[in-house]
């Protein structure tokens, strides 16, 4: 935690810009030199994002919009002033919800690009639970304060929701593996706010893709019924890694057992594995990649008929083979070819990126997968 000179900062509220570290110790800095308050103000990079903090000192957050100005104030006005009020709580209207925060994860996936990252969204924005007596609210050494709630935000709030809906899973499906159960999370999320919306993105305003956002909001009712699931084991990941150039040596520490780590066996390129998302990554305009995937039917219609609906990035063709998948047992898999291709003469594309999805529908799941396409160079045109 840095520190501020005592001299300039006593008795005077502080404007700070967010980043670099944590918000709270920006307040606790302000507080050991004696400041009596802070406004704490977003970049561009946290855009409109607001997010609640147990400050050590009366605190109030703005989005850049009112940062830039009140940093515009303080520049050019002699003798600045401020005041914060509490107002208590005031309950207008919602924005749309959800929305994905500044701090999320984000893709694209550097390592395994063919590999579409984030998986899913989960909440983790002004999280309140209960709080230990352990710690103070800021974590802070030099806050003393005890409280048995807190309010919290980070990816360290949803992924123990994610893990929870995990934990309920297994629990319901004992029998489903872990790939199976990230399977049922991802094919049945959401990716519509509360307006019909396509969910937005929290720092900007605008519409999210799915390498912001993956393949949707976490949905716990849906998940429980997916009707499909990608399932994969631990040979599976082993080839995957095996394609991603990994030793057996370095492969071993993960399965802890030698003798797994083969690579004799490895998938062509990453995207092979039975993922339930795709990811192309072309090198050129005329470029064209398949992907097998296995489906495994979990629902309770042994004789289900599942049909696809397809939703193509700007800029490729998208096909199925086969155009349906009849199933004639309840645990039956069955297996499907996607194709993603270039198309058009000429293909015309102002974007390093397009997305898609692709649906399996038997008229009562809905299995989607999100596609991304990642285009050479920074977009352009080409004739076929």
């Keep these: 935690m840095g520190e501020l000179d005592s001299k300039k900062v006593a008795g005077k509220m502080v404007l700070c810009l967010r980043g670099n570290n944590a918000r709270v110790e920006k307040g606790a800095a302000v507080k050991l030199a004696g400041g009596v308050g802070m406004i704490l103000a977003n970049t561009e990079e946290s855009g409109e994002e607001l997010i609640a903090d147990s400050h050590l000192v009366p605190a109030t957050m703005v989005g850049q919009k009112f940062g830039d100005k009140i940093r515009y104030y303080v520049q050019t006005d002699p003798s600045p002033t401020a005041t914060i009020v509490f107002r208590g709580t005031v309950i207008g209207k919602s924005r749309s919800a959800p929305r994905v925060a500044a701090f999320s994860s984000r893709g694209p996936n550097y390592r395994a690009p063919e590999i579409l990252k984030p998986d899913v969204i989960a909440p983790g924005v002004n999280i309140l639970a209960a709080w230990t007596g352990a710690a103070s609210p800021t974590d802070l050494d030099i806050d003393s304060r005890r409280v048995e709630f807190n309010i919290i935000s980070g990816t360290s709030m949803s992924c123990p929701h994610v893990s929870g ?26 990716n519509l706010d509360n307006s019909g919306e396509t969910i937005k993105d929290l720092a900007t305003g605008v519409e999210s893709t799915p390498f912001v956002r993956g393949a949707g909001h ?25 394609t991603l150039g990994y030793s057996p040596s370095l492969i071993s520490i993960f399965t802890q057992d030698a003798s797994v780590a083969d ?16 990811a192309a990554v072309f090198s050129s305009y005329q470029d064209s990649v398949t992907y097998r995937r296995v489906v495994r039917n979990v629902g309770s219609n042994s004789s289900a008929v599942y049909q696809p609906t397809i939703a193509s990035p700007y800029g490729v063709d998208v096909t199925v083979t086969p155009s349906k998948l009849a199933f004639d047992g309840k645990q039956q898999s069955l297996g499907y070819e996607i194709t993603i291709a270039v198309s058009g003469n000429p293909v015309i594309v102002d974007s390093s990126y397009s997305f898609g999805s692709i649906t399996w529908s038997d008229g009562a799941h809905d299995v989607t997968s999100p596609i991304a396409v990642t285009w050479p160079s920074n977009g352009g045109a080409a004739a076929m």
């Excluded at 009712?221 to 499909?228: E, R, T, V, Y």
């Excluded at 690579?263 to 795709?278: I, V």
């Design 165 to 190: 809906l995990a934990a309920l899973l297994r629990q319901a499906h004992p029998e489903w593996s872990p790939a199976a159960i990230k399977s049922a999370l991802m094919t049945t999320a959401y």
């Design 218 to 242: 976490v949905d716990p009712n849906a998940a429980l019924d997916p009707g499909l699931v990608y399932d994969a084991g631990s040979d599976d990941y082993v080839a995957f890694l095996c």
């Design 263 to 278: 690579c004799s066996t490895k998938f062509a390129r990453p995207g092979d594995l039975n993922y339930p998302a795709f």
